[in-house]
């Protein structure tokens, strides 16, 4: 259903939704929908619920809950991408294919050869990008996206992974397919991708070293970093059938 609005949990109040801001614009003056119009509202790993529109006033919509249906489109098992920090533009673009794909978490991290530096006024946007996604692609669970972390923080989160697969370019002996035989849905599932600039052959080694971690080749065509995350994370989610 294109007519899809993210709310927060304390805009309803029993079986009413208050509808305020950019969503209530968006229904009012874009959508330009009417009094008994059916639309489906939503909040962060919330039900789906179908409303129906009982007021369109000046500031905001209300409307009433008419029935809520567990949303079937949220991933039941956690992957997580450590993101190389790339130029905001490709961020973005990430942010929204791993939210249509079912990713659970973005976590970016700086090493040796990043390029991009952090920009915290742009977490706002990339806020707005996924949940755009969220509505286009139907689920309800928001993608996390962490705060930056270095190098060395982001080897110590692996230790809080089941497997951890690691998109390695030096690699010419492990397949990504290989690896994607050993996961199942009860795991806790991790992936590294570097940034454009890839990795020192020093931060290589020492990903390698840890135990959970799989080095994978991800074939004889060098991928960019945002082509290599959605390929990775959507082989990962579709080897899990998410």
Do not use: W
């Not at 949303?71 to 450590?82: G, M, P, R, Y």
């Not at 130029?87 to 976590?107: H, N, R, Y």
């Not at 990008?129 to 509505?135: L, W």
């Not at 199942?184 to 599932?189: A, G």
């Amino acid at each position: 259903m294109e007519k899809r609005f993210f709310i927060q949990k304390e805009d309803i109040t029993g079986n009413q939704i208050s509808l305020s801001g950019e969503e209530h614009i968006h229904l009012s003056k874009v959508l330009r929908l009417h009094i008994n119009d059916e639309v489906e509202c939503f909040f962060d790993s919330s039900d789906v619920f179908l409303c129906k529109i009982t007021e369109i006033l000046k500031d905001k919509s209300i409307l009433e809950i008419e029935s809520s249906t567990p949303c079937t489109a949220n991933a039941k098992t956690s992957v997580t991408l450590f993101q190389g920090l790339p130029k905001l533009d490709k961020l973005e673009f990430i942010c929204q294919k791993l939210c249509e794909i079912g990713a659970s978490e973005i976590v970016p991290f700086s090493s040796k050869f990043t390029i991009a530096k952090e920009n915290e006024n742009k977490i706002e946007r990339l806020s707005k990008i996924i949940v755009s996604a969220c509505k286009q692609c139907g689920r309800t669970q928001l993608l996390k996206v962490s705060k930056l972390v270095k190098f060395v923080e982001m080897l110590g989160k692996l230790k809080g992974y089941d497997k951890v697969i690691f998109a390695n370019e030096k690699e010419n002996s492990v397949t990504l397919k290989s690896a994607l035989t050993t996961l199942n849905s009860s795991q806790k599932i991790a992936i590294i991708v570097g940034s454009e600039g890839g990795f020192s052959t020093d931060e290589i080694e020492k990903i390698c070293q840890q135990k959970n971690v799989f080095s994978v080749s991800l074939g004889k065509r060098i991928l960019r970093t945002e082509t290599a995350s959605v390929v990775l994370c959507g082989s990962v989610l579709t080897a899990l059938e998410e």
